[in-house]
Structure formats: structure tokens, C-alpha cells
């Protein structure tokens, strides 16, 4: 199966829309926002090569920022 990322705008506790991130076969896992809010890093998994991936939070903008990644989970951002 296809595993994608999406972000629903909630206000006042009621669930809004909904932003599809990610559109594509490969399984995506463990996502994190950024400090500021503004966008979402993830681990990908194509074939059998984890890649690190980040993306705004309005789907835009995404970029894989590495490869070949020998362990997957436990992203955390620094400042």
C-alpha cells in the first residue's frame, strides 16, 4: 500500500481542510514539524533506500535532503 502525509486545519477544536504533503508509492514514516511550524521533515522509505525528506506545511517545496540513511525514526530538529 501507499503510505502519504496530510495536515488538517483545526479551529476552535472542529477539523477543517485538508492538505495532501505527499502524493507518491513510496512509504512514508515518522514525521516531524519544525520549531516554527512551517514545515514537516519525514523519512521515506524507495525500494530499499531510506531517504530524509522535508516539506512546507502547504505541500510545497519538497526536497530530499539525504539518502542511504542506516536507521530509520527519531528525526529532531535543531535550531
Do not use: M
Not at 25 to 54: I, M, R
Request: aromatic share 8%; with cysteine; proline share 5%.
Amino acid at each position: 500500500g501507499q503510505s502519504d502525509l496530510y495536515v488538517v486545519d483545526v479551529q476552535d477544536g472542529e477539523a477543517g481542510s485538508l492538505t495532501r504533503l505527499t502524493d507518491s508509492p513510496e512509504n512514508k514514516g515518522w514525521p516531524v514539524w519544525s520549531p516554527d511550524g512551517t514545515c514537516l521533515a519525514f523519512q521515506q522509505y524507495n525500494g530499499n533506500v531510506l531517504e530524509l525528506h522535508v516539506v512546507s506545511a502547504d505541500g510545497s517545496g519538497r526536497t530530499k535532503l539525504a539518502e542511504n540513511l542506516v536507521w530509520g525514526g527519531g528525526i529532531s530538529w535543531a535550531p
